[in-house]
Structure formats: structure tokens, C-alpha cells
């Protein structure tokens, strides 16, 4: 009887966020594909939207989206803080920098590429590049996994820390890796492929098709973690963000469920570093820095840690504040008050800011984990209790 | 089925030489005055902590050196002095993840969903349920463990090791922080664990009642070492024991 009722919740729910999460897409995707381009539509509508959410910027946090959805396995679902994140963003480009464009000219390796058979390079399909990014990924979180998950977690966080910095700092050294070219450097890889999809092939200003594409690849993330979650795995990741001892007394591989959590979680890198270099049509070294880490933690924290859908928007609210929103807030506040203030250089004041802010009101983020936000608030209450002995025994 | 075990903390000795072999389907007791080496012990039994000397036996085979979850996956399964449980996991999920080295599917079967891993589910689910009834906390199955009461947190986590499909569980104070009463259901209900599955169970305990009533043997701990071993009644008239209970008669007296 528990267990019929179990089941058929669990695949209930599963099938309500696909209806919900299509509905959202098409929308979308309607808007920004023919709406957006209709010369019906009124000229304010039309300025708002490039304004406040133009395109390229949708695009590009749909690919913060589909990263944190990925952080969220590691930090959210296991309890591993990984500040190196974005070694696996810059990993998932270069993928897409090697596999797809003219960059090693000298060769000539075509795999139903999306250009024409005699152009110099490797040009591998971009759906099969898309999964060899994601596994080299994995491959990667599993080999920095293996000596440093054995660490308590603040010297994990600590390794990541350095892995987030060592790997793009090669890969922006990298015009002689060992007498190797293997990254152009700070000039970048400069135009990769476009994605084949069906009838036509998608270049970097297919905007809207692309929309789909990320729409869908963040999709996959949030099926892959909602499914794991429920299974054997994602409870040993409970168990193991709970009490790593007892879990292990229970027969829980640490290691092995550990590791499972950091290569899953660098699989997605990979899936958006590659979208990613789609988005741009190019690699560039100096995108990879230290700060898009934290700001990928920021997101998962503030959305709502172990929640998908608070970490999806954590990461769209997030990502559009610093990608257009405060910029368009601003040239409307300088216009409207006459005054000349750089909106955009208080960018990390305001993050600062509404961290803080949200660890002091609202620490569980704006969608929480229900088991998240029972963790939190009883810990408010244990120290508020705790200051009431204080001061009693005081007196 | 443990040898000689000794534990040394830097340059203490907290567990001296002591062997102690587990009966299949016994009740045995370990007890001693606190600081005694009791838990440290069971810590060496499961893996948490190697010993320095000595060799742990499990039938014929030599687990000394097998991490705690492959010592788990094996048969012993244990419950904590102060309760342990995932307290932000349903009673449930704490029973299926002591049973995840029984469990088969991994990642794509679980994301595919497939038939194999839907049955698997459903049976763990199943045979949890039947566990939590056995332990008398079948009603709590979609509860938050932390939010059970003391003793059916107690209860939760037999059922919890119980899970695992042990041979041997091992139990650190089970009836600490109950009263009379609920201390007779826990005798009754390690009684029928016993009669009922093939299982021995070695019990740390300070509730010299329960002591008593439930084992075949008991084993006494001092100070790291083991300073005698019998049956219930041998130990209570032993005069070692007294001494290491209630302090050495002093020479005056007599």
C-alpha cells in the first residue's frame, strides 16, 4: 500500500515539471524566436525586451543554469563546497575549441562535422562533442576527486580552489604548453563550428534555436539530478552530507559516492563550457576566472541548496543581474534622475550585500530544500536557545 | 573471532590484548566501568579504527584491514552510544541507505529508470517496511528521523543496522536514557531477533538488569583489559569484577 502510493507520486511529479518546464521553454522560445522578430510587434515591447533581457543575454544564463544545476550535485546533494568550478567550464570549452573549429589546422579529421569535408581541423559533430566534453569533464573530476575527497571539507574546498586556478591559468598560458599549442592563449580560439541541428545549422546569431538547445540541455540536468535524487545514489549523497561516519557504518563507499557526485557535477561543466563556446562562437582564456567559482556558488546557495528549481533561479536572477539587469537598471535610473552613476561597478557591493543579507534572514535561499530549510531554522532556534541559557546562567 | 586486539592512542593503551569470540546466534554482553575500552572496541570491530595488534575474524575470513563499508557489506552492522541517525532523512531512507550495498543499480539504471531498478526500489521499499514494523516504528516510515521520539529513535536505528542484513549487530548502550519499562520491550524485543533471524548480537551496557536477563555470556573490560568472562552468574560473583566496580576493599577493613 506505502509503497504503490510511494511510486506513483514519484513518477506523478517527474511528469508535472516536464508539462510546467515545456510550457516555460515554448514560451520562451516563441517570444524570442518570432515575436521578437515581427514587425507587429510595438516598438516599447520591443526595446524592453532587448533592454532588460535581450537574447544573447538569455542565452548566456540559461548556460549558468545549466552549470549550477551541475555545482548543485557536489554541493547541494553530496556537501562537497567546491570553489574550482569553473576549471570544468574552461575544460568543457576547450573541448569545444579542439573538436570543433580550424584550431589544429594541420590536421583534418571530419566526424559528421557541420562544415564542409576539406576545411583543416577537427571537426567533430557537435551532439558528440557535446558528451566528450562532458566525460573528459568527468574524467577530470575524478582524477582531482581521487587524492583530495579523502580531505574534511574545508581543505577540499581549499584543492578545488587551487584546481579552479591552475586550470585556467594554463589553458591562458597555454600558446606553449611543452612546445605545445594548445589553447592560442589570451588570443583565444576564434569561431567554432555551428550546430548541426536537422535542416539547418545553428551560427552564433541563431539566438532563439540555440534558446531551445540550452533550454533542453538544462532540461536533461535537472532530469539526470531529480532521478539520481530519488535513487540509490542521491540517498547515499544525503547520507553522506549527514554523517559521513555513520554512512560509511552503514555500508556507504565514501569514496566511491563521493567521487560519483563530483564527476556527475563535472559532467554538466563540461555540457555548458561547450554551449558556452557556441554562445560566444569562441574560446577566450580570460573568461575563465576565479570569480565565476564563487559566483556559481553564490547562485546554488542562494537559490537554494539541493533544490533544483531554487538553483535554477538563483542562477538566472543572478547571472541577469550581473550580465544586463543592473546595467539596464542603471542607464534607467541615470536618465530618469539625470545623474552619471556607474551601475555596473557595484556589481560584487551588491552580491556582497544580498549575501549577507540572505544569511542573516533567509539562509536556506529563496527555494529551499524542505529538508534544507528544517536544518537551518533549527539551528537559529539551538543558538537562540543557547544565548537564553547564556544569559540566564549569567544572572 | 577477534584476537588479541590491542588499540593504542599514541602512547595510551585504550584496548590491551583482549580476544572475544561472537557465538552465531548468541546474546553476549561487553561491560566495564566507563573509560574501559567498551566502545573503542566495537570501533575496531567495524572498521572505524585499526588495531595495532591482532587480527578480527569473521568465520574464516581476515577483515583487520577492510574499510567500515566493506565490513557492513559483510555482516556487522552497529548502533552508536548517542544516536546517529540521518536525522534530515525519512525513517525509511535511513533503512535503504543501510541497505545501498545491497542494491544493485547504478547511475544509468537510475536515471533510465529501468524495469530492473523499478523492482529493486520497490522490494528495498517493501522489505524496509517489514523491518520498521519488526522494530515496532512502522508508523513513522515518512517521518523525519530527527523528529521520532528518544525511543523510537533508539528503535530506528536497530532497525537502521537491521537493514544492512547482519550477522552480527552490534549494539552500544540500546537501553541508555529508557526507562524500566521500556527497557523490558527492548529485552523482548532482542529476545525474538534472536529466535527469529540468524544473528548473534553483543551488547555494551550499563543497565545491569538488561545485562543480566538477555545474555549467555558476559565479558568484563577494565581499564583496556579484559578481566573476566562467563555467564551472568559467574560474573556477578566474581571478585574481580566487584573490585573493578566498586574499588579494591581497603586492607583496614578486613
Given amino acids: ?395 | 573471532m577477534a584476537k588479541n586486539i590491542s588499540v593504542a592512542f599514541g602512547g595510551l593503551l585504550a584496548v590491551n590484548d583482549v580476544s572475544f569470540d561472537i557465538p552465531k546466534k548468541s546474546i553476549v554482553s561487553l561491560i566495564g566501568p566507563n573509560g574501559a575500552g567498551k566502545t573503542t572496541f566495537f570501533n575496531v570491530l567495524t572498521g572505524l579504527y585499526k588495531p595495532s595488534r591482532g587480527n578480527i575474524l569473521f568465520g574464516d575470513q581476515d577483515i583487520t584491514d577492510l574499510p567500515p563499508h566493506k565490513i557492513a557489506e559483510i555482516g556487522i552492522a552497529r548502533t552508536f552510544q548517542n544516536i546517529r541517525l540521518f536525522g534530515l532523512m525519512t525513517a525509511q531512507e535511513n533503512l535503504l541507505v543501510a541497505m545501498h550495498s545491497h542494491l544493485k543499480s547504478g547511475v544509468f539504471a537510475t536515471i533510465f529508470r529501468t524495469k530492473r531498478q523499478r523492482k529493486e526500489e520497490s522490494e528495498a521499499v517493501d522489505k524496509a517496511q517489514a523491518i520498521l514494523d519488526f522494530a515496532g516504528v512502522g508508523r513513522w516510515t515518512n517521518e523525519y528521523a530527527r523528529n521520532l521520539s528518544y525511543g523510537d529513535q533508539r528503535r530506528l536505528e536497530v532497525a537502521r543496522a537491521l537493514a544492512l542484513e547482519p550477522k552480527v549487530l552490534l549494539l552500544d548502550e540500546p537501553t541508555a536514557g529508557m526507562n524500566t519499562q521500556e527497557s523490558q520491550v527492548f529485552i523482548d524485543f532482542i529476545n525474538k531477533l534472536v529466535a527469529e533471524r540468524d544473528i548473534a548480537v553483543m551488547l555494551i551496557e550499563h543497565d545491569m538488569k538488561v545485562v543480566m536477563s538477555v545474555s549467555q555470556r558476559v565479558t568484563v573490560l577494565d581499564q583496556g583489559e579484559k578481566i573476566a568472562e562467563g555467564s551472568p552468574d559467574q560474573i556477578r560473583s566474581n571478585p574481580r569484577v566487584i573490585e573493578a566496580y566498586l574499588g579494591k576493599p581497603k586492607v583496614a577493613r578486613k
Fill in chain 1, 1 to 395: 500500500m506505502v509503497k504503490s502510493t510511494g511510486t506513483s507520486n514519484l513518477t506523478r511529479s517527474n511528469r508535472n515539471w516536464i508539462r510546467g518546464y515545456s510550457i516555460a521553454a515554448l514560451v520562451m522560445f516563441i517570444t524570442y524566436q518570432y515575436l521578437l522578430p515581427w514587425e507587429g510587434l510595438p516598438l516599447g515591447i520591443y526595446d524592453g525586451i532587448n533592454k532588460w533581457m535581450p537574447p544573447a543575454a538569455l542565452n548566456e544564463s540559461l548556460v549558468y543554469v545549466i552549470m549550477a544545476l551541475g555545482l548543485n550535485i557536489i554541493v547541494g546533494y553530496a556537501g562537497l563546497l567546491d570553489l574550482g568550478y569553473v576549471a570544468f567550464w574552461a575544460i568543457g570549452g576547450y573541448c569545444a575549441g579542439w573538436f570543433m573549429s580550424e584550431f589544429f589546422y594541420f590536421l583534418n579529421i571530419n566526424f559528421f562535422g557541420s562544415v564542409p569535408a576539406e576545411s583543416p581541423g577537427i571537426h567533430i559533430n557537435f551532439w558528440l562533442v557535446l558528451l566528450i566534453g562532458g566525460l573528459v569533464c568527468a574524467f577530470f573530476g575524478a582524477l582531482i576527486g581521487a587524492p583530495t575527497l579523502r580531505l574534511k571539507s574545508d581543505y577540499l574546498a581549499l584543492v578545488t580552489l587551487g584546481f579552479g586556478e591552475i586550470i585556467p591559468q594554463v589553458f591562458f598560458n597555454g600558446e606553449d604548453f611543452f612546445g605545445f599549442n594548445i589553447s592560442n592563449g589570451t588570443k583565444g580560439i576564434v569561431r567554432v563550428d555551428p550546430i548541426p541541428a536537422g535542416v539547418k545549422n545553428l551560427g552564433p546569431f541563431d539566438f532563439g534555436w540555440k534558446l531551445l538547445l540550452f533550454i533542453f540541455l538544462a532540461a536533461v540536468m535537472v532530469f539526470i539530478s531529480l532521478r539520481l535524487r530519488r535513487g540509490r545514489l542521491g540517498r547515499a549523497w544525503l547520507a553522506v552530507r549527514e554523517d559521513e561516519l555513520a554512512a560509511s557504518m552503514m555500508g556507504v563507499p565514501l569514496m566511491r559516492t563521493k567521487l560519483a557526485a563530483y564527476a556527475i557535477g563535472a559532467f554538466s561543466g563540461g555540457l555548458g563550457g561547450v554551449a558556452f563556446a557556441t554562445h560566444v562562437d569562441g574560446v577566450y582564456a580570460e573568461r575563465f576566472n576565479f570569480a565565476i567559482s564563487i559566483f556559481l556558488v553564490a547562485m546554488v546557495v542562494l537559490g537554494g541548496m539541493g533544490n533544483v528549481w531554487g538553483v535554477i533561479l538563483g542562477a538566472f536572477v543572478l547571472s541577469w543581474v550581473n550580465g544586463n539587469g543592473l546595467a539596464a537598471f542603471g542607464s534607467v535610473y541615470n536618465e530618469t534622475f539625470g545623474t552619471s552613476i556607474d551601475f555596473t561597478s557595484f556589481t560584487f557591493l551588491l552580491f556582497g550585500l544580498v549575501l549577507i543579507l540572505m544569511m542573516l534572514f533567509k539562509r536556506e535561499g529563496f527555494v529551499p530544500e524542505s529538508r534544507m530549510k528544517l536544518l537551518m531554522h533549527e539551528s537559529e532556534l539551538d543558538e537562540e536557545e543557547s544565548v537564553e541559557k547564556k544569559k540566564k546562567v549569567g544572572r
